[in-house]
Each structure stands twice: as C-alpha cells, then as structure tokens.
Nanobody
C-alpha cells in the first residue's frame, strides 16, 4: 500500500520559517517525480514546487521562488520543503504528491497524495 505522510506544519509569524517533510512508503521512491501543492480554504489547489526522481532538476511557482527549497533523500524515502520568509498568503494545507511521469504543475498529473499538513502564517 502506497502511503505519503506529511509533517512539520504549524503556526508562524510573517518572515518566519518552517521545514515540511513527506515520508513515503509502498513505492520505489527514487523513481518518482515528487511535488508539493497548497490549498487554502475555498480555493483551488495550487502548485508549489517539484523535483525530478534523480533530484537533479527542480521547478518552483513564481510566488515562492527564492523563498522555498524542495529537496529529497532517496535513501530515507523522504521529500522536504524548506519555507523561508513566509507570508500570510502562504497560509494553506500543504500536500506532497508523486508520479512516475515528468515534472508538471497540474495536480491531476499526480496519482499519489498525502493527507496534508496545515501551515498558518499570521501576526
């Protein structure tokens, strides 16, 4: 059974930082393109960042470039998202996702999902 479990979410002040983790099991992690998506209440899911299966290529949404860093550890089967300079508009549920295809920004292109972890940025 494929399972993706996120952790590391919480509440921070604007300008603060968080590191999210996504632990994967039940799949050959190193062969999967992985990504992070966010979804605020009442809004559609949005692409955040993606990383290739070998970890040699990354892609970021314009809104997070220079602030967020996606990485992976294929030995520990774990995906990470380092979030710096957080803004109130970053508040959302963050989910990790996987696909055996190439990197993409559309959520429908990913067939494995975690349950998400809440990130709240407020004063």
């Amino acid at each position: 059974q494929v399972q993706l479990v996120e952790s590391g979410g919480g509440s921070v002040q604007p300008g603060g930082s968080l590191i999210l983790s996504c632990a994967a099991s039940g799949l050959t992690f190193s062969t999967y393109t992985m990504a992070w998506f966010s979804q605020a209440p009442g809004k559609e899911r949005e692409f955040v960042a993606a990383i290739s299966w070998v970890g040699g290529s990354t892609f970021y949404a314009d809104s997070v470039k220079g602030r967020f860093t996606i990485s992976r550890d294929n030995i520990k089967n774990t995906l990470y998202l380092r979030m710096n300079s957080l803004k109130p508009e970053d508040t959302a549920v963050y989910s990790c996702a996987g696909t055996r295809s190439v990197m993409m920004t559309i959520s429908s292109g990913y067939n494995y999902w975690g349950q998400g972890t809440q990130v709240t940025v407020s004063s």
